[in-house]
């Protein structure tokens, strides 16, 4: 189970703990000081790596990372090509694959391999879902591209 908390400056951090309450430990600084931020992360399929959006050492946008469940090898996903997007709800396809994520500057739904590599904007902004194993996505919106 993951779950976040956040200090008197309202720094979040990210947390892995058994789901009978046990060994709790520290997985990630997520970053920033906006307290409505969206700060869910996502098991991948195996169950040993989070997804999470974050401003991680104080990026302005806000961008996907993986971390391990045990806090070691934190990886950027995005932010690297130049473009200030921000990114929340990410979710793991249930392949491992890919990686499902909103994010606004180009509004719209993206998908990612799990590596970061890949994005491409596939739908409008809404809630959505992975269906048939992660070869379908469901979501609310008003159009598709």
Request: proline share 3%; hydrophobic share 35%.
């Amino acid at each position: 189970m993951a779950a976040v908390s956040r200090s008197r400056r309202r720094i979040a951090d990210i947390y892995v703990i058994e789901a009978d309450g046990t060994r709790e430990r520290l997985v990630a600084h997520a970053g920033g000081d906006d307290p409505s931020s969206d700060l869910r992360s996502s098991f991948s399929p195996d169950g040993s790596a989070l997804v999470f959006a974050g401003r991680v050492g104080g990026s302005g946008a806000k961008d996907l990372y993986t971390v391990r469940d045990d806090g070691s090898v934190l990886t950027r996903l995005t932010g690297g090509d130049g473009a200030r997007s921000d990114y929340w709800s990410p979710l793991w396809s249930p392949d491992g694959r890919r990686i499902l994520s909103a994010r606004s500057g180009v509004h719209g739904l993206a998908v990612m391999n799990a590596d970061g590599s890949g994005v491409r904007t596939v739908a409008d902004d809404g809630p959505a879902t992975w269906l048939s194993g992660g070869t379908v996505l469901a979501w609310q919106g008003t159009e598709s591209r």
